[in-house]
Structure formats: C-alpha cells, structure tokens
C-alpha cells in the first residue's frame, strides 16, 4: 500500500445522488483496488522470477569481477612505489587504476558518552555539539496557549471498500477541497 499521500485536483466528477449510489461506487472501488493489487502482485511476481533467473547469471560473473580485481591490486600494491612515483592514478589503454583517499572522518576510542566527557575534561567543549529543537511531542500532548504555536488537524476522507480476500485497508487521500 502506497505510504504517500496523493493530492487530486478537483475536476468533473460524477457524483452520487444517493447512498444507494455511494455503495454501489464503493464497491466498484474495491473492484478497482482488487485488480490493482492483481496486477501489482504479478508484477511483483514476474519481477521476483527474473531477479532469481539473474542472480544464477551474475552469480558467477560477480565471481571473476572479483578475482580480476583482487588480481590487479595484487600486482599494483606490489608495484605501488614505482607506479606512484609522480602521480596517483595510472591510466592505460583499458582504464584507470590507482589510489585514493577517501572521506576524512572521525575515529573515537570508547563510546560516545566518554568521548564527551573527555572532552568536557580537558576544556575541549567546543568540539561538542549541542541539538536544540522543538519538543512537538509535548507541546501537542500538553497544548499549552504560547503565541506563534497553533495546534492544526485536518479532516481526511477515508473509503474502506470490500475487497476479494483481504482484509479490508483504509484508503486515505488528501482531497484538494
């Protein structure tokens, strides 16, 4: 089931006149939904079988990919003082092989909270960083009259059509009105 909201504009629609009307377009929307999900689980199904039919392919090509690889760095680490004499990347004919650095990053011994207080001990507190954010969680279970703060809830239409074989699932969509 789609976890996003779907925004539809107002257009021409028909609308019913009755709740007779209604119940017979809520249930020609679960057969709507109902051939939806057919053709979503098939596709599901076909995507499933080519995927496994794949795998045994790519299996054993992922396997020489590997070997040639750990092949060429074989031979570059053993070559790496004359090959990086004047530059860090040898290119040829068939490619580019070298070396590079990666991303600088942060290694710390211990956790978190001893790194923190490490540095709160030895006047280094600026290295640590302070989060300040809005508890929204509290102020929508307390609702306290702050200026600024509005407390908003919006009325969504929901149908909960019957479907074949399923237990029935809200369809909420966001409705531009």
């Known amino acids: 089931m789609e976890k996003n909201v779907t925004r539809i504009k107002k257009s021409l629609t028909f609308v019913p006149r009755s709740l007779s009307q209604a119940n017979t377009l809520l249930g ?100 640590i960083r302070i989060i300040e954010e809005v508890n929204r969680q509290l102020l929508l279970e307390e609702k306290p009259a702050i200026d600024g703060i509005s407390y908003e809830q919006d009325e969504e239409f929901f149908a909960v059509p019957k479907q074949k074989g399923k237990k029935a699932k809200t369809l909420t969509h966001a409705i531009d009105r």
């Open 28 to 127: 020609e929307l679960g057969a709507t939904q109902d051939t939806i999900n057919e053709i979503e689980k098939a596709l599901a199904d076909e995507i499933r079988a080519i995927k496994a039919k794949v795998a045994k392919k790519l299996g054993s090509l992922v396997v020489i990919r590997d070997t040639q690889l750990n092949s060429l760095f074989a031979y570059a680490n053993q070559n790496k003082g004359v090959l990086t004499e004047d530059r860090r990347s040898i290119q040829l004919t068939s490619g580019t092989f070298g070396w590079r650095w990666s991303t600088p990053r942060v290694e710390i011994d211990g956790t978190d909270a001893e790194t923190i207080e490490m540095l709160k001990e030895t006047d280094n507190e600026r290295y």
